[in-house]
Each structure stands twice: as C-alpha cells, then as structure tokens.
Nanobody, 123 residues
Framework: QVQLVESGGGLVQAGGSLRLSCAAS????????MGWLRQAPGKERELVAT????????YYVDSVKGRFTISRDNPSNSVYLQMDSLKPDDTAVYYC????????????????WGQGTQVAVSS
C-alpha cells in the first residue's frame, strides 16, 4: 500500500510562487507513475502534471505549461510541484497521486491519492 501526504499549500497573490511537496510511504514507490490532480469548486477534477517512474518523462496540462514543474526523488519517496506565476484560476485543492500505469500516465481515478492541500491565489 502507498500513503501520500501533501504539504506546501497556502494563500498567495497572483504572480507568486508555491512549492508543493508529497511524502510517500510504501516499499514500492519507484514502481508508480506520480502526478498532481486538482479540483476547484464547480469544476471537474483535472490532471495537472505527471512524471514517470524514473523521472525522465513528464506531462503538463496546457494551462500550466511553462509555469509548473514536477519532479521526484525516489530515494526519499518524494514528489514536488513547483508552481510559478500563479493565477487565480490555479485556485484548487491539489492532490498527490500514485498510479500503476505505463510511462507518465496518471488517471483521474488513480490507485492512490492523498488528503489534498489547498492552494488559493488572490487577484
């Protein structure tokens, strides 16, 4: 089993930055593709960024390309999301996800996700 705990959310003004962290527990962290999902009130759950098992391949939704960077460190069972140039539309609860898939694929219903961390961006 994999347990995921997110941290690093908060309130920030538009144009600011946040770095989200995800601490994973489990013996097989390196077997999972990892990603970040987000959900805002009244909106569908959205896949934001993913990274494959080795950290060599990434995916970003178009709306965050050039602003967000996902990374992972398998020896420490950690995954990160660096968020720069934040916009009010980025406001959401962000969830760390682990999925037994291929490559950098993470599904909207992954095998595991955490409790979420709130990101609020004011205009």
């Amino acid at each position: 089993q994999v347990q995921l705990v997110e941290s690093g959310g908060g309130l920030v003004q538009a144009g600011g930055s946040l770095r989200l962290s995800c601490a994973a527990s489990g013996r097989t962290f390196s077997n999972y593709a990892m990603g970040w999902l987000r959900q805002a009130p009244g909106k569908e759950r959205e896949l934001v960024a993913t990274i494959d098992r080795s950290g060599g391949r990434t995916y970003y939704v178009d709306s965050v390309k050039g602003r967000f960077t996902i990374s992972r460190d398998n020896p420490s069972n950690s995954v990160y999301l660096q968020m720069d140039s934040l916009k009010p539309d980025d406001t959401a609860v962000y969830y760390c996800a682990a999925d037994l898939t291929f490559g950098a694929i993470v599904r909207l219903t992954p095998n595991y996700w955490g409790q979420g961390t709130q990101v609020a961006v004011s205009s």
